[in-house]
């Protein structure tokens, strides 16, 4: 629900800015809300990098995106980037291979630095192109200011089908420079997705756990080693609801209770159509 108001806004946005309503302008690359701004930490480090100067409002407009970021992780890519919504809806229509991808972080963090290093090189905003966020934005602000399209409809095509149809989201898993920045300002006390082996009652079976098949990126939550990736969507918290409560959203590290509550689900039980 959040993501599609996410992407309703998105729209919202140049429709008031035709109607003279600017109390709201931009996109997810930078956002102003009355005088609050919202900058995107991949756009602002881009600007850093080809101009080597610090911008003092791009830098405020850091302070919630990265505060955000640092208690809770990504969390950004799981309810507020339309392109994630975008995905789901695709993979609806295309369900996967049902593989489980292991999670990788030094190559996670090399492919962030080879982005980074690729900005340095270029000369031009590079990073602009592959912000799916702010592409997003951009298509309808083009669709509605100018009344056409551009490169960023195409990219993002492109990148739907090749990322959802054929690579099973490697883009969100592994490649997105968005995420992965934002990842890397997570404080390690801060919101995680913790599992207690003792709570879990489902199948040890990655391919047949309904937590791993809930999951939308194709990762283990029941492994130790789900971040970077991970963007705390919470989906297989929700699943494992009806299983034990083995996986747990905490906060500052706090650990999940080693009591098995899955007696408590056969005395009280729960209809799944309910939730």
Same mark, same amino acid.
């Given at each position: 629900m959040i993501q599609v108001l996410s992407l309703a806004f998105l729209v919202m946005i140049p429709i008031l800015n035709v109607l003279k309503i600017t109390f709201v302008t931009g996109n997810y690359y930078s956002l102003r809300i009355w005088k609050i701004e919202f900058v995107d930490p991949l756009f602002a480090l881009q600007d850093f990098l080809l101009t080597l100067s610090l911008n003092r409002t791009l830098l405020l407009g850091l302070i919630i995106p990265v505060g955000i970021a640092f208690f809770a992780g990504k969390i950004? =890519?799981?309810? %507020? =980037?339309?392109y994630n919504l975008l995905a789901e809806w695709l993979r609806k229509i295309f369900p996967g291979k049902g593989r489980v991808y292991p999670v990788h972080s030094r190559r996670y963090w090399g492919i962030l630095v080879g982005w980074l290093i690729l900005a340095a090189l270029a000369g031009f905003p590079i990073l602009y192109f &592959?912000?799916?966020?702010?592409? %997003?934005? &951009?298509?309808?602000?083009?669709? %509605?200011?100018?009344k056409m399209v551009g490169t960023e409809s195409l990219i993002i095509v492109v990148l739907l089908a090749l990322d959802v149809v054929v690579f099973n989201r490697i883009w969100c898993r592994e490649l997105c420079p968005v995420g992965a920045l934002l990842q890397r300002f997570h404080y390690k006390k801060g919101l995680i997705v913790s599992y207690s082996e003792m709570d879990c009652v489902c199948s040890m079976n990655e391919t047949e756990s309904p937590c791993v098949m809930r999951c939308p990126i194709h990762i283990n939550? $029941?492994?130790? $080693?789900?971040?970077p990736s991970c963007f705390n969507c919470g989906e297989c918290v929700k699943e494992c609801y009806f299983y034990g409560e083995a996986l747990k959203m905490n906060f500052m590290n706090l650990t999940a209770n080693l009591t098995p509550r899955y007696q408590l689900r056969k005395e009280e039980p729960i209809k799944k159509e309910e939730m």
């Open positions: 950004f =890519c799981s309810f %507020i =980037c339309p &592959v912000s799916m966020p702010g592409q %997003i934005g &951009v298509f309808f602000s083009d669709l %509605i200011f100018l939550p $029941k492994s130790n $080693k789900i971040y």
